[in-house]
């Protein structure tokens, strides 16, 4: 067979694919998460009109209704607070999202349009990011399978057949570390020495990070053990609640050693994916907000600094507390949950992804549950105040920041927080390779002092 | 032949004669349901025809017999009052809308207002409150408020010259509409005239009252700064507080998109404030701005800016004195002394009338033809829509 009949039976076979995940959104299922008690007869129309172009093949104007139709979405979404919106219209942007994602990769196939790999998946996360997931999170499967198809392109593979055949026509539920095993995994090596790490033996410092480092009193640092037996750690940190930083326990993960964390091997992974970014110093500032923008934009301009303005002032960017591996699986391939997060009362372990370049800062903050909070690139200054020292950290008193100091930990104002100085606190440099456990209600304030990746798994 | 017209800053509801003159109504923005191709052909159109564009980019005029009031544009209708003083329905479900509203509304309409995905309909013979499916629920409206404006959670009205907000309650087997006082003024406790309400604008999560004096007050949420306190909060603000970059300014016209406040003074000039992420607040989004070579618009010579949580003053040449300004959800007009539309914002339906579906972050000149004979009487935005109104 030459390579043209070869081409379109794999077009055909990836057509027929988006035809299943559009199968699975028949006229029943939608109004089944659409309410139209709530958005109204005519959006529930408009969105079973979609589905209906697609169905009979007129991607262009499939994709054009459904463009329209997540705005009008999207203006929902942004009204109010963000934990009250009916859920009818999270579940009406993640079904507009798998038929415009759809339909863009059939224009995409089929050359027609203006349409490319980047716009389809801007559309997947989109719906991600934005919508709730149905069907199974029917949307994170068409994500990863085009997710795929990408690589393989990327990679210069022709394996699209291979790829199609492995991913079952039926929505499955995606296991974490399991779905889409790839017996041929492809070794990715590094292209390059990031320049960028900072690979630093345990007590070398870095010369522009001397200001806290010497300020640090060696009674102060937090403990470390290296990989402690679940025993041990349930006894002597998680019963008593005392932070401490584990060692070694990261050794296994394929971040660390086979398939090695870099920024280039980030950007080969993910770098036309759509994520959040935080710009400003810190949530607490006025100044404060976010956008979205690809990796590879967010690596380029925040990072390695490469952007066209380089004049300007680029205000710092930190991906901050997403959860990426949710979006990107070919990433969690590479990550284990420890499993001393299996000790506590659920299954359920949040697990969010924290990059950017150095000086990215956590304003000193508690959360509600067990943290273990991993280095896979660079470092990070951390410093915890127990609890009970809350009377001297100066809360702020609003509902949505009460879990948030007003106190700026570099720079503090001991007129306006007289009480901050006496409160006791014990500190880190959280190294590549370690992971400081931090338990519930702990405030910690975080700094970068490098380019850092760092992991959090959050459990309970 | 006589119909009624609401004007921007009273409550008067003006009587007029119509018979003699033939106003021009223009439209343009959002046609995704052929709302558009209905006005401006008169005619049922097919709401799921495929052919028909998602929106029209340049304003278009209007079937003549369609009686300039101000359309009430919700993002798959348009709800307009024809010379005989029935109300018109164009875009979905369009003619089981009206043929349902004839049934109920007998007396002289007083008040169309859009709410979320429905549409209030106020006469002398009480409240309707149509859902676009063609279902309507009548509203029991005891304490006889004239309704001027809706947002996601309230609805606010005028009586007497006093404010009431009520919550619906549509859960309930015969709703009404239970109002409770709200306006603005003095600290309570204090003993000092109650201020009488002129004007209110209702976007998504706020409401502007403008009262006499030319005082102005926001009550909401300023969660993009469209309360204009200066501050950006999900905290709700229940009493309506004076904004207090305008204090000793006399406001004389107010509009309010979805997340974005505007008002013009005695002076001819105009403030602008809340969310600007396409440009609504006719001041620049980012650092290197791309207009398009031909636009003659209002520059201001200002760092880009996604929110302004406080009244900014617009620079405009010394000859510029703006009359009337008008929001939609996302994009803002203005409209000045020598007849002249300027629009900015969001565009992605063609809602400012450019001609493309380009957005805008500076106030820009939008020619019509035609324009140049008459003189451009009224602007109105909402939504995803524009209409002008123009004499000729």
Redesign the interface.
């Known amino acids: 067979m030459d390579s043209s009949t070869n081409k379109s039976d794999g077009n055909n076979t990836h057509k027929k694919l988006m035809e299943s995940f559009i199968a699975a959104l028949d006229t029943h299922t939608i109004s089944k998460h659409v309410d139209s008690d709530f958005v109204g007869e005519a959006v529930l129309s408009k969105i079973n009109a979609c589905v209906g172009y697609f169905k009979a093949h007129k991607f262009g104007t499939c994709t054009e209704l459904c463009g329209f139709m997540l705005d009008i979405v999207w203006e929902k979404l942004n009204t109010g607070h963000w934990k009250d919106v009916i859920i009818s219209w999270r579940h009406a942007y993640t079904i507009i999202s798998v038929c415009k994602a759809s339909s863009e990769y059939c224009q995409l196939i089929e050359e027609e349009g203006d349409v490319s790999f980047q716009m389809v998946m801007k559309s997947c996360d989109m719906g991600l990011l934005m919508g709730a997931p149905v069907c199974d999170n029917i949307l994170a499967s068409l994500s990863s399978f085009l997710q795929h198809v990408y690589q393989c392109k990327v990679q210069g593979q022709s394996d699209e057949k291979n790829a199609s055949s492995k991913l079952a026509f039926e929505c499955r539920k995606r296991k974490k570390g399991e779905f889409m095993e790839d017996k041929n995994e492809e070794q990715v090596t590094d292209i390059n020495n990031d320049t960028h790490e900072t690979d630093l033996k345990k007590y070398k410092r870095n010369t522009r990070s001397e200001g806290l480092e010497s300020r640090m009193d060696p009674e102060k640092i937090i403990q470390r053990i290296a990989c402690p037996s679940m025993e041990h750690f349930m006894t002597h940190f998680r019963s008593s609640e005392t932070p401490v930083i584990i060692t070694g326990a990261m050794d296994g993960w394929p971040a660390m050693s086979s398939r090695k964390w870099s920024l280039d091997h980030i950007k080969a992974k993910a770098g036309y994916r759509t994520v959040p970014i935080e710009l400003g110093s810190k949530y607490t500032d006025d100044s404060w907000s976010q956008k979205l923008m690809t990796v590879r934009e967010f690596i380029e301009t925040h990072i390695e600094g490469k952007s066209d303005t380089a004049t300007d002032d680029v205000p710092i960017g930190y991906l901050a507390q997403h959860q990426l591996f949710e979006q990107i699986p070919e990433l969690e391939k590479d990550i284990l949950t420890p499993d001393y997060c299996y000790l506590g009362d659920s299954d359920d372990v949040d697990i969010n992804a924290w990059f950017g370049p150095e000086g990215t800062v956590s304003p000193l903050h508690y959360d509600p549950k067990h943290n273990f909070l991993s280095q896979v690139i660079g470092r990070k200054y951390i410093r915890v105040y127990p609890y009970s020292e809350t009377d001297k950290l100066y809360p702020h008193e609003s509902t949505l920041l009460k879990n948030t100091s007003r106190v700026d930990v570099d720079h503090c104002d001991t007129v306006k927080f007289p009480d901050f100085h006496r409160a006791k606190y014990r500190e880190c440099i959280l190294e590549r390779g370690e992971m400081l456990y931090m338990p519930p209600k702990v405030w910690h304030f975080v700094k970068s002092l490098s380019v850092s990746f760092s992991v959090s798994f959050w459990w309970e | 032949m006589y119909a009624f017209r609401f004007t921007q800053s009273s409550f008067t509801i003006k009587m007029c004669d119509i018979s003699n003159r033939e106003p021009h109504l223009y439209v343009c923005g959002n046609n995704?349901?052929g709302q558009l191709s209905g006005l401006t052909k008169d005619v049922d159109v097919n709401e799921?025809d495929?052919t028909m564009p998602?929106g029209l980019t340049c304003l278009t005029s209007v079937a003549v017999n369609i009686f300039p009031a101000p359309l009430v544009f919700t993002?798959?209708?348009v709800v307009g009052v024809k010379d005989n003083g029935s109300l018109c329905f164009y875009g979905?479900?369009s003619c089981k809308m009206a043929a349902n509203i004839e049934a109920k509304v007998k007396d002289n309409v007083t008040s169309i207002v859009e709410c979320?995905?429905?549409v209030l309909v106020q006469s002398k013979g009480g409240i309707v409150l149509m859902?676009?499916?063609g279902k309507y629920t009548e509203i029991e409206n005891p304490d006889d408020v004239t309704i001027f404006g809706a947002t996601?959670?309230a609805f606010y009205g005028v009586k007497d010259g006093e404010c009431y907000k009520a919550s619906l309650n549509k859960a309930v087997e015969e709703p009404s509409l239970t109002f409770s006082s709200i306006n603005p003024g003095p600290t309570p406790g204090l003993s000092t005239p109650r201020l009488t309400v002129l004007s209110l604008a209702c976007g998504?999560?706020h409401t502007l009252f403008l009262t006499d004096g030319g005082r102005l007050f926001s009550s909401g949420?300023s969660s993009r700064g469209q309360l204009g306190h200066g501050c950006?909060?999900?905290?709700l603000v229940s009493v309506p507080m004076e904004i207090s970059t305008l204090e000793g300014i006399q406001v004389v016209a107010i509009a309010t998109g979805?997340?974005h406040s505007a008002a013009a003074t005695a002076e001819g000039d105009i403030y602008m404030w809340g969310w600007n992420e396409s440009g609504q607040l006719g001041l620049p989004t980012s650092?290197?701005p791309d207009r398009p070579v031909n636009d003659e618009c209002l520059y201001q010579d200002v760092g880009h800016v996604?929110?302004q949580p406080e009244p900014f003053g617009l620079d405009l040449p010394d000859d510029y004195h703006v009359t009337m300004v008008t929001c939609g959800?996302?994009h803002s007009c203005l409209l000045t002394a020598a007849g002249e539309v300027f629009v900015t914002g969001w565009n992605?339906?063609g809602q400012l009338g450019l001609g493309d579906t380009k957005s805008r972050d500076c106030f820009t000149h939008v020619y019509v033809e035609n324009i140049t004979k008459g003189r451009v009487k009224s602007i109105h935005a909402q939504g995803w829509n524009t209409s002008i109104a123009v004499e000729t």
């Open positions: 995704s349901c799921d495929s998602l993002w798959s209708q979905y479900n979320g995905n429905c859902t676009d499916d996601s959670n998504v999560e949420t950006v909060t999900v905290d979805s997340w650092p290197n996604q929110i959800s996302r992605k339906c």
